[in-house]
């Protein structure tokens, strides 16, 4: 059970990654703002914002990351605690944004099921 937890894990930081990438380096690209529904304008005003707003995925999905290696180095307690930390802020985040802005639910949706897995198989594994 704690493999396939940490296996949800590991795709949920890779896709907060993915989440930097977009928010981070590629905000104003085309294919970036077809994602988000954003215009020239709105991408170029809100830039700043998403480039920091990036890195907050980033460091969830690193903290994650670093859970999960955690638990490969048998340092069990460490690595649930991380990747409870990471994966749940991640289900958080998701939640936040799928009660803010209920026209962005399946952006929310997609954020928070991979975490949300994970959170629950690990809770079930360390039980």
Known sequence: MTTVALAFAGLAAALHVYIWVMESLTWTSPRTRATFGTSVEEAEATKELAYNQGFYNLFLALVTFGGIAAHVA???????????TGAGSMVA????LLL???DKARAAITQLTLPAIAVVLLAIAVA
């Not at 048998?74 to 409870?84: C, I, K, P, R």
């Open 74 to 84: 048998d340092e069990e307690t460490v690595g649930s605690t991380l990747v409870f």
């Open 93 to 96: 985040a998701g939640l936040v």
């Open 100 to 102: 803010s802005s209920p």
